[in-house]
């Protein structure tokens, strides 16, 4: 053991062993056959978790190719190896069983989108890529015919007037659902993507409605159900469940560049309405598809899913589950109930800068202690949240006993505090306080038999 120290080659950390933590707005995919979950660490790694009957959500790999934030991620219909990563750097493909990039697109150059990429989406099987952005555009993004693992933007939809967050696309009805920082949900006509149609470069892409409804930025929507019901996630802390109405679509019509012309002034023209309170003043022009009416579109279930905001959410396609994250924490939810789904599993970070760590009995549990107020007791195997413990205020410093028995921590108030830890629970209740400190303290040290305790603090004592 003593080499492992002193030994030249092992004095440079290449590669942690194992990361802690959940990103604050952690992206989330599950693989097409249901057996992965793929979130993100406070470092920007990407965790691969598997899932089976008998242990739940377990972690798998840890891919740390990243340096900056995350956004989406989204698992290949066709091959759950590969994996699309969005973000601040682009456009990813990464190789999961290689844990290497495989193919990137980088952001601003040539018809590359001009800032960060936030979501991503597959339309028709894989054969297309849709990606948003912050910079309010949609681009489509079509497999190079030679180079079978290169891409390339094959156009641009516009219409949007603040970044993207989310992308969903319906097959049966050739319809893209985006979402953003306005609070509302847009439904675009998309059917002259289809492969079935050789000449794609025909902007005909239609705003068919608009769904209102959230208080906050809508972070993600899912379809269920044949199509017939969507959850949508919002900052504003919930999850919706809305049973959409059917829309008349001719799909024989072919739309002219007057039509779509039209089409976005009457759309234009019934916003400002809206905005102005005169709504139900103007009848829109035949052949103009109306928004949202709350008549015929039903709110089934709002759920809050976290305490304070909802930033992703995804749902498993082969199993009645659904996986959220909130504030560095990812919930996993059993939805065999649509409007009643029931919490089964979570995944919790600190929310703040992480002060001080100890690796407790045999090395497969980990105490961290944090400015956020709280230590967390985790399995390092498993990244499982066991126990958690309030404090007053950031904490500063932490000591544990030799047998791991009592556990010493200062917060804000300048006192020392201990608490005891029994079968892999920290105990609420404090069983010993020091006094003494007139400043914040920031260190402590335990003697190797247990019997001393030694603090220094901000008073210089």
Not at 119 to 145: F, H, M, Q
Not at 194 to 201: L, N, Q
Not at 429 to 441: A, D, F, R, S
Request: glycine content about 8%.
């Amino acid at each position: 053991m003593t080499d492992l120290y002193v030994n030249d080659t092992s004095r440079v950390c290449s590669q942690p062993v194992q990361v802690v933590g959940v990103a604050r707005e952690s992206a989330l995919a599950w693989s097409v056959n249901g057996n992965r979950l793929a979130f993100v660490s406070g470092n920007s790694a990407i965790f691969i978790a598997g899932h089976d009957d008998k242990r739940g959500v377990t972690l798998e790999k840890v891919i740390p190719l990243f340096k900056k934030d995350v956004n989406g991620l989204l698992f290949s219909p066709d091959n759950e190896d590969m994996l699309v990563v969005v973000g601040h750097e682009g456009i990813s493909f990464v190789d999961v069983a290689a844990g290497d990039f495989v193919f990137r697109v980088p952001i601003g150059k040539e018809n590359n989108h001009e800032s960060d990429v936030t979501c991503a989406t597959w339309l028709y099987g894989g054969s297309l890529l849709a990606t948003g952005s912050k910079d309010a555009t949609i681009k489509i993004w079509i497999r190079d015919a030679t180079h079978t693992h290169e891409w390339t933007c094959l156009e641009t939809i516009t219409g949007h007037k603040a970044p993207l967050m989310a992308l969903e696309f319906n097959l049966f009805t050739n319809s893209l659902f985006s979402c953003g920082r306005d609070s509302s949900i847009k439904h675009w006509d998309v059917r002259t993507l289809h492969p079935s149609i050789k000449v794609w470069h025909v902007g005909q892409h239609r705003e068919l409605r608009t769904i209102t409804g959230h208080a906050g930025d809508v972070r993600r929507m899912i379809l269920m159900a044949h199509d017939e019901y969507m959850y949508s996630a919002s900052v504003d802390g919930t999850v919706r469940l809305v049973k959409l109405m059917q829309l008349d679509v001719d799909d024989d019509r072919v739309l002219s560049a007057e039509d779509l012309e039209r089409d976005r002034e009457a759309a234009d023209k019934l916003a400002l309405e809206e905005i102005l309170g005169l709504g139900n003043k103007t009848t829109p022009p035949s052949g103009v598809a109306v928004g949202l009416s709350t008549e015929t579109d039903q709110v089934l279930a709002s759920i809050s899913a976290h305490e304070q905001n909802v930033f992703r959410m995804e749902v498993n396609p082969v199993k009645p589950l659904m996986a959220t994250s909130g504030n560095h924490e990812i919930h996993v939810w059993d939805i065999s109930n649509l409007a009643k789904p029931v919490r089964v599993n979570e995944f919790i970070g600190h929310t703040n800068g992480v002060t001080q760590v100890h690796l407790v009995r045999d090395d497969q549990h980990l105490i961290s202690g944090s400015l956020d107020g709280r230590i967390h007791l985790y399995n390092v195997d498993t990244l499982y949240r066991e126990s958690k413990l309030d404090v007053i205020g950031a904490v500063g410093a932490t000591a544990l006993s030799p047998d791991s028995r009592v556990l010493f921590c200062s917060g804000n108030d300048y006192d020392i505090r201990g608490y005891l830890t029994h079968d892999n629970l920290l105990v609420s209740q404090c069983v010993v306080e020091l006094t003494g400190h007139c400043g914040k303290v920031y260190c402590l040290a335990i003697s190797p038999d247990g019997s001393i305790l030694v603090s220094g603090a901000h008073d210089y004592r």
